[in-house]
């Protein structure tokens, strides 16, 4: 048999990178085509462990550090790079983590480098929503990659599902009703990923298809989903618990001030509003249909109401 192509995989302690490691292993095809070496800053965490205890090799290195990325990269055919915009919450800082990498993958001629990017909201919206940072941030690295030359393919997620069950949408004591709470109308459209499970499906068919994904943008959602929608789907599969739930459309004043109260700097709340603003103005993916880039894929998405049945956080209600 040939020997397999090595794929390495940055953020495979998280969600993103976690797919892809859990999609390509589960796969008998991609497993038969690449092995997998996982990048992580710190073996000794839980997350890292778990792969090593799955034969996952380990090898620590960090987008800061572009030596460090050599070890991560030698041998490496494909690769695939999330930043963490969120640990920093600096713009340049996520910039260069991005070309840190796309750099010795350019030097050690990596062949298929899949960027985990974002649409830059700035140049979409003619400059009226020039705040959205972290969107902004991840296309200039895309813009980077294309330039430097690159065998690559983006994949852009959509909204995580994970940050709606008690984070968007959480229950108000007073009213003993659940509240999905947010600045933009009920009709807004949402481009909606259940990140963890579905990523690496994108992902795995971006791999196994390479020549077809080269140079292309993967628009990683379920479906569109409004608000309204996303609270009627909770009610349907939450009967009991459910109603009552209700969509608010928030005063931009009200939605700062939850995000202030969790600590979040006034620059950062701006920014959080104008992502929000972005879905009903100009569109997450600039109202581009889903369809093309689902049509990679050989298994079924999860969708809102199969995401509601099984988190976690929601466990407890019927
Ligand atoms: N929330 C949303 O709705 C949404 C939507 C679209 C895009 N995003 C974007 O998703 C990104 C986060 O991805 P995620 O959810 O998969 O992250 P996550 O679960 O928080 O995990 C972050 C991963 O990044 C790795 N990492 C961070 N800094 C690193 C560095 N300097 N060098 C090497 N590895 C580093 C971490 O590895 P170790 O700690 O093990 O080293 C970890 O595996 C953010 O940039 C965000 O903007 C979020």
């Given at each position: 048999m040939a020997s397999k192509k090595l794929l390495t995989v940055f953020g495979a302690t998280g969600l993103q990178g976690g797919s892809v490691i859990n999609s390509i292993l589960g796969d008998p095809k991609a497993a038969a085509q690449f092995s997998i070496r996982a990048v992580t800053r710190?073996?000794?965490?839980p997350s890292a462990q778990r792969l090593t205890a799955n034969g996952v090799e380990c090898v620590v290195a960090d987008m800061d550090d572009k030596d460090s990325l050599r070890s991560a990269l030698k041998g490496a055919y494909a690769v695939f790079v999330v930043t963490n915009?969120?640990?920093?919450?600096n713009a340049d800082a996520e910039i260069q983590q991005g070309k840190n990498v796309a750099d010795i993958a350019k030097e050690l001629d990596v062949q298929h480098l899949v960027w985990s990017s974002l649409l830059n909201v700035t140049k979409l919206s003619g400059g009226k929503l020039d705040k959205v940072l972290h969107f902004d941030s991840k296309a200039t690295v895309e813009e980077y990659i294309r330039q430097i030359g690159i065998p690559a393919s983006f994949f852009l997620p959509g909204?995580?599902?994970?940050?709606?069950?008690?984070?968007?949408?959480?229950?108000?004591p007073a009213a003993n009703e659940f509240m999905l709470g947010l600045?933009?109308?009920?009709t807004s459209p949402i481009p909606l990923l259940d990140t963890a499970a579905d990523t690496g499906k994108f992902v795995k068919c971006i791999l196994l298809n390479r020549e077809k994904s080269l140079g292309k943008r993967f628009l990683g959602a379920t479906d569109y989903y409004t608000p309204e929608q996303i609270v009627d789907d909770f009610k349907a599969v939450k009967p009991a618990s459910g109603q009552g739930a209700k969509f608010s459309e928030l005063p931009t004043a009200v939605f700062k001030g939850i995000l202030a109260s969790t600590g979040l700097s006034e620059d950062l709340q701006e920014e959080m509003l104008q992502n929000m603003q972005l879905?009903?103005?100009?569109?997450?993916?600039?109202?581009?249909?889903l369809t093309e880039s689902q049509s990679i894929l050989d298994e079924p998405l999860t969708t809102w109401k199969e995401f509601v049945a099984k988190t976690p956080v929601w466990a407890d209600l019927h």
């Open positions: 710190d073996p000794s965490k915009f969120w640990e920093k919450m909204l995580y599902m994970s940050n709606i069950p008690g984070r968007m949408m959480r229950l108000n600045p933009i109308p009920g879905m009903p103005e100009f569109g997450y993916y600039g109202n581009e249909s």
